[in-house]
């Protein structure tokens, strides 16, 4: 857009209480609002500056988890375990009592592994204040015909009801269907979700993931099964003709057209983990 001279005559500006005191420092009008997106722009850079750091949203960081986050986890871990118990309990004792201390060191080592051998990403958000809000991990990825991972998050009890479990989302699928070696290079993602679990299913059809037309899978979570219902979304590719969307995406899907753009590694071993 280009600048027009304005036919607005300014007003004088209101006397701050410096100058009715007789100070000569003025208030510039809007100087408040741009010393808050100096500092917006401050922080977006420190969290740029920051190589562990694989992901930028608005308010979100997303990095690994690392031994210096342990007092921060937590804190946030003890505040949202009563939260996630039901449809995600970071524990791996079957009555959710382990100690939270061990469950740390535990994530800890899975990002440390994802890291290593790829079959795996896994990374926390947090926001300009240095807060652990959630995890957002693609887990057990592979590589093949089609390349697939699967989305496993959770928000702490904190930051629910903020669209930070959106924002986050849609950062990790953004990432998950860049190509490599910028992002995973996958074809398609799946996510488990608990019917009961409603808020987490509107999330999935929010950021356009579909319930698959299959049989519930079951999930131990805390001793008990549970079935979970898939939903999936697959890379988002442009059409073969005049950017449209094609005939054959349709039919055979958007992984399988996709393959070409994305180079085939051979997947090393990694435990599966729910979170």
């Not at 959106?166 to 995973?184: C, I, K, N, T, Y």
Request: proline residues 7%; glycine residues 8%.
């Amino acid at each position: 857009m280009t600048d027009r001279p304005s036919n607005r005559v300014s007003e004088p500006a209101a006397p701050s209480f410096n100058e009715a005191h007789g100070s000569p420092v003025a208030v510039r009008a809007g100087l408040l609002g741009s010393l808050v997106a100096a500092r917006r722009v401050e922080s977006l850079s420190a969290r740029v500056s920051d190589p562990t750091v694989v992901c930028v949203t608005p308010r979100l960081s997303l990095r690994p988890l690392r031994e210096s986050d342990r007092a921060e986890f937590l804190r946030v871990y003890t505040l949202s375990r009563p939260h996630l118990a039901r449809f995600c309990p970071l524990s791996t004792d079957e009555h959710d009592q382990q100690p939270a201390a061990e469950v740390f060191d535990r994530q800890v080592q899975l990002a440390r592994r994802a890291v290593e051998t790829g079959r795996a990403w896994r990374v926390c958000g947090f926001d300009d204040r240095g807060r652990l809000v959630g995890a957002f991990n693609i887990n057990d990825i592979s590589r093949g015909l089609e390349n697939i991972g699967e989305l496993v998050f959770w928000v702490g009890v904190e930051h629910a009801g903020q669209g930070i479990a959106s924002e986050g989302v849609r950062a990790a699928m953004q990432h998950a269907f860049a190509d490599l070696p910028r992002g995973l290079g996958l074809h398609k993602l799946i996510a488990l979700v608990a019917p009961e679990n409603a808020r987490c299913g509107a999330l999935m059809r929010r950021v356009g993931m579909n319930l698959l037309p299959q049989p519930p899978v079951g999930l131990k979570l805390s001793g008990s099964t549970v079935l979970h219902d898939t939903y999936a979304a697959y890379v988002p590719v442009t059409g073969l003709v005049e950017g449209k969307p094609s005939i054959a995406e349709n039919i055979f899907g958007r992984g399988l057209l996709s393959i070409l753009k994305t180079e085939s590694h051979e997947p090393d071993e990694m435990g599966h983990s729910r979170a």
